[in-house]
């Protein structure tokens, strides 16, 4: 088995054995090395099988581009500044947690891409009710800043969104040509 294969498969494998966040990220760090065995970015599925579904798990800062169960992509990601729980009103800083649709897109955002995700579903909308809050909606899976300028590497691994589940611009390019419209998105904690 060539060295790369046998190397992803070997954190694959262990990535559900690590025991801390910064431990996982640090074994995906190891998946983000060029290799023959991908196909080409450009083209509109990478030579893939489609984008089934898009599962978030927060707590690895990690998002993957599921074709059925087979992974076919995974990305490290960024969430909000308060990350642990599901979100619960506008400005608390969260991500919701849950099943929710990728529902639509704008090419012309304040990041580099930006792809809705359903939330608030009836659920999230009751319980802020409940709460006396406002749900908040634009929750959204994007890019950097259009600002960032040069400054990109400092945003690597950091928490800054206010909710929103960030990838960097070239990750950002590859889920927009992947992922369809009507896409399911699973966010775990």
Not at 99 to 117: A, C, E, Q
């Amino acid at each position: 088995m060539a060295p790369l294969v046998t190397r992803i498969l070997l954190i694959v494998c262990l990535l559900p054995l690590l025991s801390s966040p910064l431990q996982a990220n640090e074994a995906m760090t190891q998946l983000s090395v060029a290799s023959p065995l991908l196909p080409e970015a450009g083209s509109s599925t990478y030579g893939q099988a489609a984008v089934s579904r898009v599962v978030v798990i927060k707590s690895l800062r990690l998002m993957q581009l599921k074709s059925g169960e087979e992974v076919i992509r995974s990305y490290r990601i960024s969430l909000g500044d308060n990350p642990e729980g599901h979100k619960l009103f506008e400005g608390d800083q969260r991500t919701p947690e849950g099943l929710y649709v990728l529902d639509w897109r704008n090419p012309g955002s304040d990041f580099y891409k930006s792809i809705h995700i359903s939330y608030p579903n009836e659920h999230d909308a009751e319980m802020a009710r409940i709460w006396g809050q406002d749900p908040g909606g634009n929750i959204m899976i994007h890019g950097l800043p259009n600002s960032v300028g040069d400054m990109a590497f400092a945003y690597e691994g950091l928490d800054w969104t206010d909710g929103c589940i960030a990838v960097n611009n070239e990750a950002m390019d590859e889920i927009w040509k992947m992922v369809p419209d009507g896409t399911l998105i699973e966010i775990r904690p």
